[in-house]
């Protein structure tokens, strides 16, 4: 959108969305793998596990599982369709989408233990967006913080001001 509500003709993305990145000619659209195509591009950042690390595995499934479970799961809520039995079965419902968070981050202090990636930047964003997205909670409010505190977000939000 470029403001007053109709779709930029300069956005690249074929559904007028953000985000979008065109980075050498290839167009990459759809926030997860463009979190995967920034950090594996630049890996010296240190915030996207490389292949033969242990916690590549577990990387991609929370970038999966956001973009898979957590987006549906959020909509589903929001358009009252959680009762949908289709969807139920198929998505699971908040209750195991808070689980899952809250597993990760009761060990944290990240969603990857120690180490900081892209999976927060992905995740902790929505609930920095809108709180109720995430699960309630001093675990959650201290981890928001912590992603809140990072320069780079600081020096991110300078750049896009
Ligand atoms: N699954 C997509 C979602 C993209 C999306 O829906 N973006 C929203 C903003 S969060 C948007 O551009 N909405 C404006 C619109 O739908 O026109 C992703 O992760 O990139």
């Known amino acids: 959108m470029d403001g007053p509500g109709a779709p930029d003709i300069s956005n690249p993305h074929p559904d007028k969305k953000v985000p979008a990145l065109v980075d050498e000619g290839s167009l990459i659209t759809e926030s997860a793998a463009i979190c995967l195509y920034l950090t594996d591009k630049f890996?010296?950042?240190?915030?996207?596990?490389?292949?033969?690390?242990?916690?590549?595995?577990?990387?991609?499934?929370?970038?999966?599982?956001?973009?898979?479970?957590?987006?549906?799961?959020?909509?589903?809520?929001?358009?009252?369709?959680?009762?949908?039995?289709?969807?139920?079965?198929?998505?699971?419902?908040?209750?195991?989408?808070?689980?899952?968070?809250?597993?990760?981050?009761?060990?944290?202090?990240?969603?990857?233990?120690?180490?900081?990636?892209a999976a927060d930047i992905l995740i902790g964003s929505t609930g920095m967006w809108m709180r109720t997205m995430m699960p309630a909670g001093k675990i959650v409010d201290d981890y928001l913080a912590r992603c809140a505190a990072r320069p780079a977000l600081a020096r991110a939000q300078a750049k896009d001001g």
């Not at 999966?64 to 959680?82: D, K, R, W």
């Open 43 to 117: 890996p010296a950042n240190g915030i996207g596990p490389r292949v033969g690390d242990p916690l590549r595995g577990p990387y991609l499934t929370w970038l999966a599982y956001n973009a898979g479970v957590i987006e549906t799961v959020m909509h589903m809520e929001f358009g009252g369709l959680m009762d949908n039995a289709m969807l139920r079965r198929t998505f699971r419902g908040r209750a195991e989408v808070d689980a899952r968070i809250l597993s990760a981050l009761n060990a944290g202090p990240y969603l990857l233990g120690e180490r900081f990636s």
